[in-house]
C-alpha cells in the first residue's frame, strides 16, 4: 500500500519525481512491481494492419495513376530525383523516394501516397513505377508475414535467422526502424529472427545508409567475414539508390554498387513491417542459392 | 567595444546577431579571446565560405553566444586568401585559448584547405586517411560528382599512450549492436581506461555541399535527413534562419505546432535512450516498458505527421500539417497514458541497485570540462551549466509556454542555482534529467495545446530573400543546441553555403573525458547515457 502512495504521489506532484525513491520501502515496491508485471498486458501486436501502426495518413508507398502531365517540372520537383517524365508518361523510382509527399500535392491526379508496406522487392528494376501499370498489392497482418517467415527458416535453415546489421552512412532513421524491431510490439525474436554481433554468425547483412566512402571498406569486410549462403538486404531508399544523399563525392550512391543486393525494402525509413517483409523475402532466397548450389 | 576598437574594420547587426569584420585576420585571436573574456560568451561555430567568387576571399565567422539574460549572437568575421599560387590560405588558429576550436579549425582545413597556424593537430578529421590529398570538397570550384581516388596503405596516426602493462582495444567502426559507425580506440590499464580516441566521420555523405546545389525546399527535406531522429529540431533551424533572413512572420499556430513536434520529438527520444540505459545496465524488464513507451509516441507521430520521425513538419513559414480536433485529443491521451506508465516504471527502475549503482559516479564530467568544451543540451545541464536555447535565445512558441520553471520566481531559481552546484554530471545526473525533462515536455504540450490559435499554419506572404543574404537559424533538440548558418545564392532560391552544426558536433568530444575514471565494461552506458548521433556530427 505504501508503493502505491509513492506511486499516486508521483503523479500528483511531477516533480516529485526529481528527488529519487531510493530509500523509499523498496520491499514493497518491489512486490509491487511484482504485481505490476504480472498485470501488464500483451502489447505485442497481431495485426498492427487494422489498429493505427499503419494510420492513413503514414506515407508509406505511391501508386501512380495514368494521367497525363500538366506541368513539366514535375522531376525537378523531386529532392530525391525520383520522378521522370517525357511530357507524356511519368517514371517513378521507389527505390530513391523518400516520402515526402511533395508530388501528390503538386500533381494529386497522378500520385496518389499510401500507406501500404508490402514494397521490398528482389529486383531492383521492380521499385520503378511507370503510370498506366498500376501495382496491386495487398497487404498481409504482421503476424501471417512472420509465421510464414518463421516456417520458412526452420525448413531451410534448421535453425533462427540471424542478421548483422551495418550502418553504411544513414541518418539513423533507418536505425531506429530496425531497433523497433526489436522492442516488445514488433517482437521479431519471436519469429525466429535474431540480431548477432559478429558477421561470422550471421545469414543475413542489413545495410541502412548511400554507402559513404568512408564506410566502403569496413563494409565490404563484414560482408566478406560473412559464411555462405549470404543475403544483403538494403534498407531505406539510401540504401537503395543513395535516396537523398545520392551519388556524390562521400556516397557511392547505394549499396548495390559496394555489395551484390539481394532484397531491396525502400522507404524513408521503411516501417519495421516493411522491413520483415524484405527478410520473408531474404530466406526465400536463400533457398534458391541452397538448391542452385 | 573597447580595446577591439580600431581592429573592427565594420560591424553589422541584423536582429540578435552583431557581425564585426576584423581588419586583418591576425587579429582573430584577440578578438576571441575578448569576447570570452569580457563579454563572457562561448564560441559556438565556426563557419567558413568560399566567397573568392564574390568578394575575393575565402570568410570565416567565429560565432559567440553571449551568457546571461541577453538574446544576441556575434560573429567575428574574417578574410583569408591564397598568398601565392599552391599554397594554402591560413588563418592564426585560436585553440591555446578555445581547446574545443581544435575540431572547427580540422574540419575547415579537410573542406576548404585553410590552414590553421598554431594548431598542434594536423591530423585529417573529415576526410579520412584515404582521400588522396588536395581535395577540398566544400571549394566551390570542387564538383560534388567527383570521384577521389583512394590512396592505400596510410595509416591514422592514433595517439599512443605506452607503458608497463598498457594495451589498446580497437573497436569499430562496425559495432556489436544496431548502432551508427565510429571507431573508438581505448588505451586500458587492466580495465581502466587510461584514454580514449574517438574517430569518426564514417557517416559522412557531403550534407553541405549537397546542399549547395538543391532548391530551397529541397533543402529542407535535407536538412530533416541530417540526422532522423532529429528532423524537427534541424529543420526547424534551417527554416527559421530562412525566416529571419526574409524577415517572414510565421502565423502564430504553425509555431505553436512546430514546439509541439519539437516536444513529442524530445519525448521519444529520451524515452529510447532511458530505455537503452536500462539495456547497457542489464535491466531488460525496463527497457521493454519504456520501449514500449517510444513505440506509443512513434505511432503518434505518424498519425499526426505521417512520418514515424516527424518528417514533413516543418515547412519555409509555418509547418506542412494541421491538428485538427480529433489529433489533438489523440496527443492529449497518448502523453497522458504514456507519462502514467512512465511515472510507475521510473520509480521501479530507482528502487534497482542495479540500476542506480551503476549510474551513479560513471562517466563523470565536471562543469569546468563542460565548460571548456563548449558542452551543450542535458549532458550540460548535467554537469551544472545552465543552458538552455528555448530559453536563452526564445524562438517559434516558447516565449509563450513555461519552458523553465526553475527561473519563475527568486525563490525557485535560489533553489535552481543550489542543486545546479550539486550537480555531478555523472551518468545518473543525466538520467534524472532526461526522466525531469519527459515530464515537462508532456506538460509545455499540454500548455501548448490549451493555447492554439486558429490560424493559418502556413505564412501568405512570399518568402522575400535577398541574394547572398544570411542568417542563423538555432533550436534546442534533445540532444541540445543545434545552429545551422544559411547564406541564400544568387537566385533567391538555393544556398550559397549551409553550414551546421549540431549538438553531437560538440558534445562528442565530451565522451573522451567522460571515459577517464571508468572501466571499458561502463563504457555503453556512458555513451548511452551522452547519446550522441554520429550522422549529425559527420554530415
Ligand atoms: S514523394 Fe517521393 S517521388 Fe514524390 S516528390 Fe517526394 S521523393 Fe519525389
Ligand atoms: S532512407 Fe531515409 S531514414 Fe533511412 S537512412 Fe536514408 S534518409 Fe535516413
Known amino acids: 500500500m505504501i508503493c502505491e502512495e509513492i506511486i499516486m504521489s508521483h503523479k500528483k506532484d511531477a516533480s516529485g519525481l526529481r528527488n529519487s525513491v531510493d530509500s523509499g520501502d523498496s520491499k514493497h515496491v518491489q512486490t509491487k512491481i511484482m504485481s505490476d508485471i504480472m498485470r501488464d498486458d500483451v502489447e505485442t501486436i497481431k495485426d498492427p494492419v487494422n489498429g493505427y501502426t499503419n494510420s492513413q495518413e503514414f506515407r508509406g508507398s505511391i501508386t501512380l495513376f495514368d494521367a497525363i502531365p500538366h506541368q513539366d517540372s514535375l522531376d525537378k520537383l523531386c529532392a530525391a530525383k525520383a520522378i521522370e517524365t517525357d511530357g507524356r508518361n511519368v517514371r517513378l523510382d521507389l527505390g530513391k523516394c523518400i516520402m515526402c509527399g511533395r508530388c501528390q500535392q503538386a500533381a494529386p491526379d497522378i500520385f496518389l501516397i499510401g500507406s501500404i508496406f508490402e514494397t521490398p522487392v528482389k529486383v531492383r528494376q521492380d521499385l520503378i513505377r511507370l503510370s498506366g501499370k498500376l501495382d496491386s498489392q495487398g497487404q498481409k497482418p504482421y503476424e501471417q508475414m512472420g509465421k510464414e517467415l518463421k516456417e520458412k527458416t526452420s525448413k531451410i535453415l534448421r535453425r533462427s535467422l540471424a542478421i548483422r546489421e551495418v550502418d553504411a552512412g544513414s541518418c539513423n532513421g533507418c536505425e531506429v526502424e530496425i531497433t523497433a524491431l526489436n522492442n516488445a510490439i514488433y517482437d521479431i525474436e519471436r519469429f525466429g529472427v535474431h540480431f548477432v554481433a559478429s558477421p561470422r554468425h550471421a545469414d543475413v547483412l542489413l545495410v541502412t545508409g548511400p554507402a559513404s566512402r568512408n564506410m566502403e571498406i569496413a563494409l565490404r569486410r563484414t560482408f566478406e567475414a560473412m559464411p555462405d549462403p549470404r543475403i544483403v538486404v538494403a534498407v531505406g531508399a539510401c540504401a537503395c539508390s543513395g535516396g537523398i544523399f545520392g551519388d556524390t563525392y562521400a556516397t557511392t550512391g547505394g549499396i548495390d554498387k559496394v555489395l551484390p543486393v539481394d532484397i531491396y525494402v525502400p522507404g524513408c525509413p521503411p516501417t519495421p513491417q516493411a522491413i520483415l517483409y524484405g527478410l520473408l523475402l531474404a530466406v526465400d532466397r536463400i533457398e534458391a542459392s541452397k538448391i542452385n548450389g | ?539
Not at chain 2, 529543420?235 to 499556430?253: M, N
Not at chain 2, 480536433?325 to 497522458?336: D, F, R, V
Not at chain 2, 542535458?378 to 543552458?387: I, M, N, Q, S
Request: overall charge negative.
Open chain 2, 1 to 539: 567595444m573597447g580595446r577591439m576598437g580600431e581592429k573592427v574594420k565594420s560591424c553589422l547587426v541584423n536582429s540578435n546577431e552583431v557581425h564585426m569584420l576584423l581588419a586583418d585576420k591576425s587579429n582573430i585571436p584577440e578578438a576571441c579571446s575578448y569576447l570570452q573574456d569580457e563579454l563572457a560568451s562561448k564560441l559556438c561555430s565556426l563557419i567558413s565560405s568560399d566567397e573568392r567568387q564574390t568578394s575575393g576571399a575565402f570568410v570565416l565567422r567565429y560565432v559567440f553566444e553571449v551568457h546571461g539574460k541577453e538574446d544576441v549572437f556575434i560573429a567575428v568575421t574574417a578574410r583569408t586568401k591564397e598568398s601565392a599560387e599552391n599554397q594554402l590560405p591560413s588563418v592564426p588558429s585560436i585553440v591555446k585559448k578555445f581547446p574545443l576550436a581544435v575540431f572547427y579549425e580540422r574540419e575547415i582545413r579537410d573542406m576548404f584547405g585553410i590552414i590553421a597556424d598554431g594548431n598542434p593537430d594536423a591530423r585529417p578529421l573529415v576526410l579520412h586517411e584515404h582521400w588522396s590529398a588536395g581535395v577540398y570538397p566544400l571549394r566551390k570550384d570542387f564538383d560534388i560528382k567527383t570521384k577521389v581516388s583512394r590512396d592505400t596503405g596510410k595509416e591514422y596516426p592514433f595517439i599512443k599512450v605506452e607503458g608497463e602493462g598498457i594495451c589498446e582495444i580497437p573497436v569499430g567502426p562496425v559495432h556489436a549492436g544496431i548502432i551508427e559507425p565510429g571507431h573508438f580506440r581505448f588505451s586500458v590499464l587492466g580495465e581502466n581506461i587510461i584514454n580514449l580516441e574517438t574517430r569518426l566521420f564514417y557517416t559522412h555523405k557531403g550534407v553541405e555541399k549537397l546542399a549547395e546545389t538543391m532548391k530551397l525546399d529541397q533543402a529542407l527535406l535535407l536538412s530533416e535527413r541530417i540526422s532522423g531522429d532529429e528532423s524537427v529540431a534541424n529543420s526547424l533551424a534551417y527554416c527559421q534562419a530562412l525566416e529571419k533572413i526574409a524577415h517572414t512572420s510565421v502565423p502564430k499556430r504553425a509555431l505553436q505546432i512546430r514546439c509541439i513536434c519539437a516536444e513529442m520529438e524530445r519525448i521519444y527520444n529520451h524515452l529510447g535512450t532511458l530505455a537503452g540505459i536500462s539495456t547497457d545496465v542489464g535491466f531488460s524488464y525496463g527497457s521493454a516498458r519504456l520501449n514500449i513507451l517510444k513505440e506509443r509516441m512513434m505511432q503518434l507521430n505518424s498519425v499526426i505527421s505521417g512520418s514515424r520521425l516527424l518528417f514533413g513538419v516543418n515547412r519555409i513559414g509555418g509547418v506542412g500539417i494541421d491538428l485538427d480536433a480529433e489529433k489533438l485529443a489523440m496527443i492529449i491521451n497518448t502523453t497522458q497514458i504514456v507519462q502514467e506508465d512512465f511515472e510507475k516504471i521510473i520509480s521501479m527502475l530507482r528502487t534497482k541497485s542495479s540500476v542506480v549503482d551503476r549510474l551513479r559516479n560513471t562517466g563523470i564530467i565536471s562543469k569546468k570540462v563542460a565548460y571548456d568544451l563548449g558542452l551543450v543540451g542535458v549532458v550540460a545541464r548535467a554537469a551544472g551549466l545552465d543552458v538552455d536555447t528555448r530559453r536563452d535565445h526564445p524562438y517559434a512558441a516558447y516565449p509563450t509556454v513555461s519552458v523553465d520553471t526553475h527561473h519563475d520566481t527568486p525563490q525557485n531559481l535560489m533553489e535552481y542555482k543550489v542543486n545546479l552546484e550539486k550537480r555531478k554530471g555523472d551518468a545518473l545526473g543525466r538520467f534524472e534529467l532526461r526522466v525531469e525533462e519527459v515530464i515537462d515536455s508532456i506538460r509545455m504540450i499540454d500548455e501548448l495545446i490549451s493555447d492554439l490559435y486558429d490560424d493559418n499554419i502556413l505564412t501568405t506572404d512570399t518568402l522575400r530573400l535577398e541574394p547572398y543574404g544570411y542568417a542563423l537559424g538555432y533550436a534546442e533538440s534533445h540532444r541540445g543546441q543545434t545552429i545551422h548558418w544559411v547564406m541564400v545564392g544568387q537566385d533567391c532560391d538555393s544556398l550559397f553555403r549551409y553550414k551546421i552544426r549540431t549538438a553531437s558536433f560538440v558534445n562528442w568530444p565530451g565522451i573522451e573525458q567522460a571515459v577517464l575514471s571508468d572501466i571499458v565494461p561502463d563504457f555503453p552506458i556512458v555513451n548511452k547515457s551522452l547519446d550522441l548521433s554520429y550522422s549529425g556530427n559527420d554530415l
